[in-house]
């Protein structure tokens, strides 16, 4: 047990290290080209931190563990949403890009309201599951959203920059892919070593995805949203976690249940109901106190409202 608990804590300290690098290089790239900082957020940034999610969830397809699956998809993302724009919201105010309330936010919200309502249609076999054709249309989704960002790129205006020379552009890339390996191999260290220890004490395959593998996935989307927080750049730290949250349902649902169809446990429903309520919830806080803005009274309403959630969901499996 001291092993893992030291492998453990040696996979946070590179999430954070891998973090601080990803977020330098993306923001530099994003300076060299005159690209946001919240394209930059929704892309690059949003498809490296969403990669353990991707390698966990394949894992547990394969080895028939389902419920690990869908725990850690709907787990993810409501930490990202609760837990991540709560901490980072209130270390900084997020104003956030008007791209974000009016069209990325809403995008969020319709993939998850398609995701549900394939899970719960019964197949022709009269179970319910995510089959390969769900996933066809989830992964075309995806590739419609990957459209719809790169043509905010086109249409950006390209204004002088009015930041410093970001240096070599080897040094750059060489800080993203770095980062991105980084956060990938951290991110597992912490979800090998948790899900160990949870076991020997005992806890189900159900409350290990949606509360530790969901938090030790979500590790690399927490250490980028706050030291972008901390950086004051809150495009990325907010296009990070709505990015990250349409790469789970789309792109990871989506190649998950491709490879193998999925078997859908409908106890997972009040988590789907949790996460359309809290992306609702979200989008009203940008009409609130100054507009397109968590304020930290919000963000801290975010924390509170996912404590709840957890000490529910524990209690109730006690």
Known sequence: MTIQILLLLAGLALLIISAEGLVGGATSLARRFNIS???????????????????????????????????????????NLYIILGIAGLILPL??????????????????VIFFFMV???SAGGGRML?????????ALFVSFQYYIFHQIKNLEREPS???NPGPLYRTIGFIVLGLAGLVIGGRLVVTNAVFIA???GVSEK???????????????LATSLVAAFRKNPDIAVGNVVGSNIFNILLIGGLVSVVRPVAYNPVFNTDFYILAAGTVLLFITM????????????????????????????????
């Open 207 to 221: 409350v290990i995805g949606l509360t530790i593998i969901a938090a030790g996935t979500s590790l690399p989307e």
């Open 95 to 112: 104003k956030v890009h008007i791209s974000t309330v009016w069209r990325e936010i809403p995008m969020s919200l319709v993939a998850l």
């Open 287 to 318: 009409f609130t106190s100054q507009r397109h803005k968590l304020d930290r009274w919000e963000a801290g309403l975010l924390l509170a409202v996912y404590v709840g959630y957890t000490t529910w969901l524990i209690m109730k499996e006690v």
């Open 199 to 201: 076991k020997a004490m």
């Open 120 to 122: 719960n249609i019964p």
């Open 162 to 164: 009015e930041h410093k």
């Open 37 to 79: 900082d919240l394209t930059i957020g929704l892309t690059v940034v949003a498809f490296g931190t969403s990669a353990p999610e991707l390698v966990v969830n394949l894992i547990a397809s394969s080895s028939d563990h389902q419920d690990i699956v869908f725990g850690n998809i709907l787990g993810s993302n409501n930490f």
């Open 131 to 139: 089959g390969r054709t769900d996933g066809l249309i989830l992964l």
